[in-house]
């Protein structure tokens, strides 16, 4: 299964909103799950089954979709959030990843 | 608290074999579906193999032409990836991670680096 992520880059001001895109090539149910990856640290979960919270992580976070098409909105940006931010689907194996969006503030 | 370290990567030269471990802690290791990822320098993720808990179902992605052997010792709760007929193409960072209740990916470890180089 292809995950294609969008934009792969964006550049955003402090508080503004950003929703990333992440488009399944077959239908994938809400077995899509996020992840942030600062430079030169290991990626950390953010957002589970597509659309569930996982403790420790902001409420600024959050995730829709089902089917092939999902989104992850991070509201009220901060500095720290400069990351690479990753979709990956679990519905079927081999797991995949999509390719990445980068995120400037 | 729950810790994944890797260890095993280094220099080798194309052709060449490594054994990459991950030592887990933390939690009980013999109950869940461990992963490894790998990245590639200034590149995405890459999912690379799965074994089940038992260790008796394992999982490849279609790139490594059976290159790669998954496997796991719940004694000593460790994970353990062979790489064999290494190519430059394999130069990255290699992540363990934990399978959690939703499939998704919990944990990580900090990653071991494998540097295929002549």
């Known amino acids: 299964i292809v995950l294609t992520q969008s934009p792969d880059f964006q550049s955003v001001a402090p508080k503004e909103k950003v929703t990333i895109t992440c488009r399944a090539s077959?239908?994938?149910?809400?077995?899509l799950h996020w992840y942030q990856q600062k430079t030169d640290q290991s990626p950390k979960l953010l957002i589970k089954?597509?659309?569930q919270s996982i403790s420790g992580v902001p409420s600024r976070f959050s995730g829709s979709g089902s089917g092939s098409e999902f989104t992850l909105t991070i509201n009220s940006l901060e500095f720290e959030d400069a990351a690479t931010y990753y979709c990956?689907?679990?519905?079927?194996?081999?797991?995949?990843f999509g390719q990445g969006t980068k995120l400037e503030i | 608290e729950v810790q994944l370290l890797e260890s095993g990567g280094g220099l080798v030269q194309p052709g060449g074999s490594l054994r990459l471990s991950c030592a887990a802690s933390?939690?009980?290791?013999?109950?869940?579906?461990m992963i490894w990822v790998r990245q590639a320098p200034g590149k995405g993720l890459e999912w690379v193999s799965s074994?089940?808990?038992?260790?008796?179902?394992?999982y490849y992605g279609d790139s490594l032409k059976g290159r790669f052997t998954i496997s796991r010792d719940n004694s000593k709760n460790t994970l353990y990836l062979q790489v064999n007929s290494l190519t430059v193409e394999d130069t990255a960072r290699y992540y363990c991670?934990?399978?959690?209740?939703?499939?998704?990916?919990?944990?990580w470890g900090q990653g071991t680096l494998v540097i295929v180089s002549s």
């Open positions: 074994i089940n808990a038992a260790g008796d179902d394992t």
């Open positions: 991670t934990r399978r959690a209740s939703l499939r998704e990916f919990d944990y």
């Open positions: 077959q239908s994938i149910g809400t077995t």
């Open positions: 990956h689907q679990s519905s079927r194996l081999p797991d995949s």
């Open positions: 089954y597509a659309s």
């Open positions: 933390g939690f009980t290791f013999r109950t869940h579906t």
